[in-house]
């Protein structure tokens, strides 16, 4: 192979001076594109640091997520789109029009859960929720839905019902005098009326992020001394959520201050989450039967109750995504892209209204297949509901009739405790939010504990010593074999 024939010809192309130039150019065009490439490297680099331009200044007082806009127009604009209703197939929420009126100037409301499900009202007979209880709706709505729901127009409310339906940053701070536990305290003690008059925004970006650093943050006192108790159930003492939580857990903790069960505490009215023994059903249970906390009577039946809301944190807390450190946020507030930045959906609702950005991140399946797999789960929860909830719905019946029959004191008094049993633990699930997709396999335990209250329930009116109805040894042997933690 010759060489000498090419030579010439590439002495001849670096000989020709306008080659030259376009050589000088083409090195630095590929300079300047390294350069750029650089500097856009730094700039984002820059950019995770501190990803915004910084319009106007923030602090501890600045409420309304207005303001914070303007530093962050992406995330506010998502942020306003919880306003937008609409129904999945068991979830999301179906708009309701109605007339306004003085004393509810609501034109548009969600739909009711007692008129979709009248078995709830035999349940709750006597409890302000047997009255009005409706599905939920954006966080947009927290702070209307409170204030003209019949729960709180026809019944005086404490204060401690605005941690979870406003903005409450600064109202604590200032009733504390810059003591946001005094100022929790306080609050918790006044009567709604006047609390909800010194409020203004629903949930706001001051009550999740550090005005300074944009860190997440828990501000709530509930949560911080909750959490603390329940890390001290498992041997970890003094825990302090704003210094010894990680990045991940708190894009769920800071949706546990609100998303939870909880109780006022009789003369004090403090915002209390019962986990003090675990957060596994049975510790609840058993922590509100050292308590003695009794939230209503029934009025069929005259039993002591419990009723239980939204424990969201508490069940996914039972569920294979936690123990995999899947978060809320990882699903409710998947990363969506808006150019070159990658920001999180603040636009929070239902993960079926687009299962690609929810689910995709984790799943290689199609949206179709992720709802498909939801719906499936779901449907099945509500067919074992439905059991549980029939179950004590007779049971309630038995009660009565019993009562009427005059059966005797001591065993109405076994099958009452058989009722308030039955009815946690279904209250629980029904509660709770997902429809059964959380922690599958745990929300059908606890349905199985409460058919099986239901049915002792009914047992023990017939006559049947409830020592009678103890486990047998073939599941005692069993359960000898479920570790404690496992149940
Ligand atoms: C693995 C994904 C995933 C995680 C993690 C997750 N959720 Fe969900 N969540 C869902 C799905 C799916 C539904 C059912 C939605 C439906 O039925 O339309 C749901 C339903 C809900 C609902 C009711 C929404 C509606 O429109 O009906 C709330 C509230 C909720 N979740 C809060 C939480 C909170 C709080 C956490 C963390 C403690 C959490 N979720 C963790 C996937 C998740
Ligand atoms: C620990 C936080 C927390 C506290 C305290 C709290 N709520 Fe809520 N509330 C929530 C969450 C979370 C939802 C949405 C999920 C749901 O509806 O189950 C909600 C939903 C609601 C709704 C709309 C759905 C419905 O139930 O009709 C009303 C109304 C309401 N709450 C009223 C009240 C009243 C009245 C109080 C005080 C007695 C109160 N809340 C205290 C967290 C809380
Ligand atoms: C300050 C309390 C508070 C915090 C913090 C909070 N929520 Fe909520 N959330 C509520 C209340 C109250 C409602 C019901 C509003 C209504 O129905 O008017 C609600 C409603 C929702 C809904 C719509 C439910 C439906 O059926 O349409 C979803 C989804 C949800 N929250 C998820 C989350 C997630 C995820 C987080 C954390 C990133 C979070 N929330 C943080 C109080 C809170
Ligand atoms: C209920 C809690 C909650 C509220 C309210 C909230 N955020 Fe966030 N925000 C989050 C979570 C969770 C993340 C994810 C942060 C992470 O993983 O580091 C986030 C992330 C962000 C980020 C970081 C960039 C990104 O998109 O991931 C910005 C900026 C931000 N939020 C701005 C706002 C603004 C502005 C508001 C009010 C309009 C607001 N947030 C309200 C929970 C909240
Ligand atoms: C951040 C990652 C992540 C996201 C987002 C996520 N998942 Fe998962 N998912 C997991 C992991 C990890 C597992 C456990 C897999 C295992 O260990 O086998 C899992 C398991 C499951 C399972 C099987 C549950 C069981 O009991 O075996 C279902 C169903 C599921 N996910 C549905 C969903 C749906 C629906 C969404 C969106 C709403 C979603 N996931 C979002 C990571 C994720």
Not at 251 to 270: D, I, N
Not at 273 to 280: E, L, S, V
Request: with cysteine.
């Amino acid at each position: 192979m010759s060489t000498s024939a090419n030579e010439p010809r590439k002495r001849n192309f670096w000989a020709d001076s306008s080659k030259w130039v376009i050589g000088i150019v083409a090195v630095a065009l590929v300079t300047f594109g390294l350069t750029a490439l650089l500097i856009t490297i730094m700039e984002r680099q820059t950019e995770a640091r501190q990803p915004f331009t910084k319009v106007v200044e923030l602090d501890e007082t600045t409420v309304d997520p207005e303001i914070w806009g303007q530093n962050f127009p992406i995330q506010y604009e998502s942020y306003l789109k919880t306003e937008e209703m609409g129904p999945t197939k068991w979830g999301g929420s179906h708009p309701v029009e109605q007339e306004a009126t003085e004393r509810d100037p609501r034109t548009t409301v969600s739909s009711s859960r007692l008129e979709e499900d009248p078995r709830l009202v035999t349940m709750w007979n006597g409890y302000p929720f047997a009255k009005g209880y409706s599905h939920a709706r954006g966080h947009a709505y927290m702070l209307e839905d409170q204030r003209y729901t019949v729960r709180v127009l026809d019944f005086d409310q404490p204060g401690t019902c605005l941690n979870c339906h406003a903005s409450t940053v600064d109202l604590m701070d200032e009733l504390g005098d810059g003591d946001r536990d005094a100022g929790f305290a306080a609050m918790n003690l006044m009567p709604y009326s006047e609390v909800s008059q010194m409020v203004e925004h629903p949930v706001s970006c001051l009550d999740c992020h550090d005005p300074d650093t944009m860190a997440l943050r828990i501000t709530r006192p509930a949560f911080e001394r909750g959490i603390a108790a329940l890390k001290a159930s498992e041997g970890i003492e003094n825990y302090d959520v704003n210094k010894d939580a990680t990045a991940q857990e708190m894009r769920s903790y800071t949706c546990a201050q609100c998303h939870v069960e909880y109780y006022f505490e009789g003369e004090t009215k403090e915002l209390v989450f019962p986990w003090a023994k675990g957060i596994d059903i049975d510790d609840i249970w058993e922590y509100y039967a050292e308590d003695g906390h009794v939230d209503w009577v029934h009025e069929d039946t005259g039993a002591e109750m419990l009723k239980a809301q939204h424990p969201e944190f508490d069940i996914w807390s039972n569920g294979i995504h936690a123990a995999a450190g899947v978060s809320c946020a990882d699903c409710h507030m998947p990363y969506v892209r808006n150019g070159a930045q990658k920001v999180s959906d603040h636009h929070l609702q239902s993960p079926l209204f687009d299962a690609n950005a929810s689910c995709g991140t984790c799943h290689n399946e199609s949206a179709e297949e992720m709802t498909d797999r939801v719906e499936t789960i779901q449907d099945r929860y509500i067919h074992s509901r439905n059991q549980a909830f029939d179950a004590l719905v007779d049971l309630i019946a038995d009660i009565q009739a019993a009562q009427a029959d005059g059966v005797d004191e001591a065993r109405i008094a076994e099958a009452q405790e058989f009722q308030k049993k039955a009815s946690f633990y279904l209250d629980y699930v029904y509660s709770e939010n997902s429809n059964g997709f959380h922690a599958p396999a745990y929300i059908h335990r606890i349905l199985g504990d409460s058919l099986d209250a239901s049915r002792k329930g009914q047992k023990v009116l017939t006559g049947v010593p409830a020592a009678d109805l103890a486990p047998s040894d073939t599941t005692l042997q069993y359960e000898e074999m479920i570790s404690g933690e496992n149940r």
